[in-house]
């Protein structure tokens, strides 16, 4: 089964729709003019514009001050603040993303959030993107991980760090690889679902017959324009049971779980119920 990104963040996105006049509103900040950066940004303003939420984008050039990005970011009054990743090498990510309020931090960045993933996984409010995007698809398909052999490819603080965490969270069995791992291919074989986060085209070429095959990575494929994936797709769609495509697969479902996020955070400061995913059981906590 080829999973269909595009079409399931749709169906989530109507559920987000705010049909109250007023209403949240976002801000990013774009430093800098990089294409593929432009590109998410815009994305990230349709689905906006799909659940009727305000968002407003501060451009900023390449070589904006440390200090300066950090006095803008202060002042925002946004309900939600992100700053368009990856940055120019003479800012200091961490000191940036720390600066913005950490119950307005819609990327789920922040090192308190980041914490509280640690103890409270999945019913924390707000989820890092990617990793809550992958736990959507899980969920979609009805899969359950517990005592599931899971190898997690990569282990930023944006994706493979805190995805593993709520994978052992959901009683899942986690090995996690990365650029120092040896026989990495003997790890994808033994797993019953790949998840792949480490940006190197053609890394998963094989996986067990039946395998679940989930593709964060995202490069630049050998024709211009084209955007790959880590999984050699024409291969491993053979192998596995599920998979997901680059594009279509996670990264429209990263868009719409910032969306979510953003919901959440505008809930929390209504007073309103926010979502905690349903499926989580009650023994969820229990390590
Ligand atoms: P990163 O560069 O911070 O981390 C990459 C990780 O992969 C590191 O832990 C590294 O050790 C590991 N790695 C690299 N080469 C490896 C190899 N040969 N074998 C094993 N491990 C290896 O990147 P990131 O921010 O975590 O993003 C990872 C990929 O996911 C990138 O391609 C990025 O563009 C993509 N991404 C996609 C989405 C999405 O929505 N689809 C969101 C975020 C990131």
Known sequence: MIFNGNQLANQILQTLRISSKIKPKLGICLVGDSPASKSYVNRKLKACQEINVDAEVFNFKENVGQDQLIK??????HDGILVQLP??????KLDIIHSIPYE?????????????????GELCEMLPCTPAAVLQ??????????????????????????????????????????RETQKLD?????????????????????????????DVGISQGEKKGKIVGDVDFDIVKHQASIITPVPGGVGPMTVCM???????????????PVYINPKLSEAYLND
Request: charged share 20%.
């Open 186 to 214: 003997e790890h994808i074989m033994n797993a019953d679902i790949v998840i792949s986060a480490a940006g190197q085209p053609k890394l998963v070429r094989n996986v067990k017959q039946g395998a679940i095959v989930i």
């Open 258 to 272: 910032l969306m979510r996020n953003l919901c959440n955070i505008w809930k929390k400061k209504l007073g309103q």
């Open 137 to 178: 698809i899980l969920d979609y398909y009805d899969i359950n991980v517990v005592g599931k052999r899971v190898t997690m490819i990569g282990r930023s603080f944006l994706v493979g760090l805190p995805l593993s965490l709520l994978l052992q969270k959901r009683n899942a069995t986690v090995t996690v690889c990365h």
């Open 104 to 120: 307005k931090d819609v990327d789920c960045l922040h090192m308190h959030n980041l914490q509280r993933i640690l103890v409270y």
């Open 87 to 92: 940055l120019p090498q003479h800012l200091n």
């Open 72 to 77: 803008h970011i202060k002042q925002m009054d």
